[in-house]
């Protein structure tokens, strides 16, 4: 699976670059929110629009891990709970039956 990640990020690599340097012309004016930036070149508008992106993802799924941690470690609470609850009613009969002899 890490060689697979390697090469996925290799390959993202290779068409951020490739693209990257088909564009390098300059864009006359660019807006961002309420300020005004001229003569920028596409290319680096395309790189901080693909790191906004992966800020964005980053993100979205470290709130995603830690939800899902939590909730491991709630059913892990809850699976103690209830081997806890088992064992006690395996020695409750067994304790009873050994009472009755």
């Known amino acids: 699976m890490n060689i697979l990640r390697i090469i996925l990020v290799f390959f993202i690599c290779f068409i951020l670059i490739t693209i990257t340097l088909q564009n390098?012309?300059?864009?006359?004016?660019?807006?961002?929110?309420?300020?005004e930036?001229?003569?920028?070149?596409l290319a680096s508008i395309i790189l901080i629009a693909y790191l906004f992106g992966?800020?964005?993802?980053?993100?979205?799924?470290?709130?995603?891990?830690?939800?899902?941690?939590?909730?491991?470690?709630?059913?892990?609470?809850?699976?103690?709970?209830?081997?806890?609850?088992?064992?006690?009613?395996?020695?409750?009969?067994?304790v009873e039956k050994g009472e009755e002899r």
């Open 24 to 35: 390098l012309e300059r864009v006359e004016k660019i807006k961002i929110f309420f300020d």
């Open 37 to 41: 930036f001229p003569n920028v070149p």
């Open 54 to 94: 992966l800020l964005t993802v980053g993100i979205f799924a470290i709130i995603n891990e830690i939800k899902s941690k939590t909730e491991i470690r709630k059913l892990k609470k809850e699976k103690e709970a209830l081997l806890t609850e088992l064992n006690d009613l395996r020695n409750y009969f067994l």
